[in-house]
């Protein structure tokens, strides 16, 4: 078989431990760190002369890191991989070096699915102590709006339809045929924000759609959910937006909130991602292996 001559884990894969193993055996030599590297000079000393490197969406590598480690082949990506502005790999400077970059798609959608649903029933019905309203609500016939329909908003919209929710959503692309199976309607943001109680937040990494002038729109007495693994938000102006008594933020990481939120009465946070499950890292572990063995079945050729 052939294999990588030094594979370096830069920081935790976020596999299981017996698929870090398995990971292993497609290079000679193998070394995975358990810590997250502190700048680019911790991550250069890790890679050193290493033709693969493996990491997770914590830590990024740059094209400084890329130019002082010229012996990168090919660099996988244990996390998601939509769009290169989106990735925590400078993937258009390890491209012009002949560098591979690859990522994957569509592995922790059911956990986030559940954990969305769970938490603003929770919030809706005040089983965790808080309830959003006087009397406990339910998701029949709110109007929740959902702001990013790929994989994760699409399943959030059709889950929220179930229920009974009036299901609203803004998307760079709009997509006429998922409005009409799932009786959705699309709004520009503007809209969407004034007509939503919900609003949740699916978007890529970095970016950012909320600021002071969106909350504004959005108005008072509602719930933003953030489910990307970065903010949706200006931090400040959620800060602002939250001293609003009525209105709550949720989110299942501090990564994607914003840690300076975290101590707000009306913000809830989680410890660990959503989509992280024991099956999503399953899938996330096979996908990884099959981008690996593609990589090296080309090589050959």
């Known amino acids: 078989m052939n294999k990588f001559k030094k594979m370096i884990a830069i920081e935790p894969t976020k596999l299981p431990p017996e698929w870090d193993q398995r990971l292993a055996g497609y290079a000679s030599v193998?070394?995975?760190?358990?810590?997250?590297?502190?700048?680019?000079?911790?991550?250069?000393?890790r890679i050193g002369n290493a033709d693969c490197v493996m990491l997770s969406y914590t830590t990024s590598i740059d094209r400084e890191v890329?130019?002082?480690?010229?012996?990168?082949?090919?660099?996988?990506?244990?996390?998601?991989?939509?769009?290169?502005?989106?990735?925590?790999?400078?993937?258009?400077?390890?491209?012009?070096?002949?560098?591979?970059?690859?990522?994957?798609?569509?592995?922790?959608?059911?956990?986030?699915?559940?954990?969305?649903?769970?938490?603003?029933?929770?919030?809706l019905h005040g089983r965790g102590g808080v309830m959003w309203k006087d009397e406990p609500a339910e998701l029949t016939?709110?109007?929740?709006?959902?702001?990013?329909?790929?994989?994760v908003g699409s399943m959030l919209a059709r889950a929220?339809?179930?229920?009974?929710?009036?299901?609203?959503?803004?998307?760079?692309?709009?997509?006429?045929?998922?409005?009409?199976?799932?009786?959705?309607?699309?709004?520009?943001?503007?809209?969407?924000?004034?007509?939503?109680?919900?609003?949740?937040?699916?978007?890529?990494?970095n970016v950012v759609l909320l600021g002071r002038r969106e909350l504004g729109l959005f108005g008072s007495g509602k719930i933003l959910m953030n489910t990307s693994i970065s903010p949706s938000h200006e931090i400040p102006a959620l800060r602002d937006w939250l001293k609003t008594p009525g209105n709550y933020a949720l989110c299942d990481t501090v990564a994607g909130l914003g840690e300076e939120i975290t101590s707000l009465p009306n913000a809830f946070c989680g410890s660990r991602s959503a989509g992280l499950t024991s099956l999503a890292k399953q899938r996330l572990a096979q996908k990884v292996i099959a981008n690996i063995?593609?990589?090296?079945?080309?090589s050959m050729e």
């Open 30 to 45: 193998a070394e995975f760190y358990q810590d997250i590297p502190q700048d680019n000079r911790e991550i250069i000393q």
């Open 66 to 123: 890329l130019t002082a480690c010229p012996q990168i082949r090919y660099i996988g990506m244990c996390c998601s991989l939509y769009a290169p502005e989106n990735a925590n790999v400078d993937i258009l400077s390890a491209n012009a070096k002949g560098i591979v970059v690859t990522g994957v798609r569509d592995y922790g959608d059911e956990g986030v699915k559940e954990y969305a649903v769970s938490e603003l029933v929770r919030l």
């Open 141 to 151: 016939g709110l109007n929740i709006g959902i702001v990013g329909l790929g994989a």
């Open 160 to 205: 929220f339809r179930f229920f009974g929710a009036n299901v609203y959503y803004f998307s760079r692309t709009r997509k006429p045929a998922f409005e009409v199976i799932n009786a959705c309607t699309y709004l520009p943001l503007d809209e969407l924000l004034a007509k939503t109680e919900i609003l949740i937040t699916c978007l890529n990494k």
């Open 293 to 298: 063995e593609s990589f090296l079945a080309a």
